[in-house]
């Protein structure tokens, strides 16, 4: 068979490999002539745990519905998270106001308040079912240093330096207007206050969590230091979340 003879034979294949080539870079460079920007955000079509909206390089995570209660108090999570640890790691004093933003059910808050038994701890979430599984818990159990807001996608709804540290665990990832959300916060706190952010690690495969659910510490260090916070330290006790602290300045 000659050269000529044996490409021939083989330009079905070419063909086909030529086509699917052609279509995917249409594709892409569709998807690319597509997005569009508002000078804070990017939108694009929407990835499938993703809103489609892009905020510094990442695609903001869809918020997690009430239906998925259950799974932030499953019984695995105590030895998965180890959230004591994180919240030993707060050195909260007794009379701090704590903001817990993204509050959900209450996991975290109800942690914080038994620390924080002069002060109180302000439950903030955007899904009023979740508030209301909180306050169930809450007077199920009497507690009574732990308040609820109901807050915007946009706004935390707390008052001007009102609060000594905002803690976000598993939460910030979802926020659909994360620089409103954080000037909110900024606003809020107290002069010298600090952000405490716990996210899974994206840097690390092994974190079986949906991509737009993990953050890595890079990411978090650019769209916080945005909000005119300071990163102070990266602690690295948790199994598999970065937990982050930063101040807003004196
Ligand atoms: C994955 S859940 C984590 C809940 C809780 N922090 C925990 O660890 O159990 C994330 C929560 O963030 C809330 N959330 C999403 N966007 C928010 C926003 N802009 N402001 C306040 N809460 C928000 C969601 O409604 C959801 O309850």
Sequence with gaps: MTLISRWRSHLPQLLSVCLLLLLTLGCTANATVNATTDGTYTYKSPSSDGIGKVYYGREIANVMGYQGANWLARPSRTTEERSDLAVDALQL????????????????????????????????????????????????????????????????????????????????HEFAYPKEMMAGIVSALKPGGQVVLAEYRAENPLVLIKKHHKMSQRQVKKELTAAGLTWVKTDDRLPQQHLMFFEKPA
């Design 93 to 172: 004093q007794r009379d701090d106001v704590v903001a817990d933003i993204g509050a959900g059910m209450g996991y975290i808050s109800f942690q914080l308040a038994k620390w924080v038994d002069n002060g109180k701890v302000v439950a903030v979430d955007v899904q009023p079912e979740m508030l209301a599984l909180l306050e169930a818990e809450r007077d199920k159990y009497g507690v009574d240093n732990v308040e609820t807001v109901l807050g915007t996608e946009s706004d935390p709804k707390l008052a001007p330096e009102s609060i000594n540290l905002a803690v976000m665990f598993d939460a910030y």
